[in-house]
């Protein structure tokens, strides 16, 4: 990831909510979506970096694809939590495949 994309991401965060930042956290961390995830009958996506520590691929993105019946995993080699951002060509070219069919 470039230094003005680290960069740009700091400004974002810098102008969050610190309330809304922590409200987030809290949901997504606590909510237990499991249930949810069994009951999609669409066709799931799960885009994941392999690089990912903030979000493990294997706490997270592996788990998920898991829980969802018929869902398609692509895992981006090098890719860092915010993997659309870093790496653009391989996640579009994984999405417009996936939406293709």
């Known amino acids: 990831m470039s230094q003005a994309v680290r960069d740009h991401s700091a400004d974002i ?3 969050a909510s610190p309330k809304g930042t922590y409200d987030c956290v809290v949901a997504f961390s606590g909510t237990d979506f499991r249930r949810d995830l069994e009951a999609f ?3 799931v996506l799960v885009l994941h970096g392999d690089s990912d520590a903030v979000v493990p691929f294997e706490a997270s993105g592996q788990r998920t694809a ?15 939590h915010g993997v659309n ?3 653009p060509a391989e996640f579009n070219a994984a999405l417009l495949d996936f ?3």
């Open 99 to 101: 939406l293709a069919r």
């Open 41 to 43: 009958t669409i066709p």
């Open 13 to 15: 965060a810098a102008y």
């Open 85 to 87: 951002a870093s790496h």
């Open 66 to 80: 898991a829980a969802i019946p018929g869902a398609q995993t692509v895992v981006i080699e090098g890719g860092p």
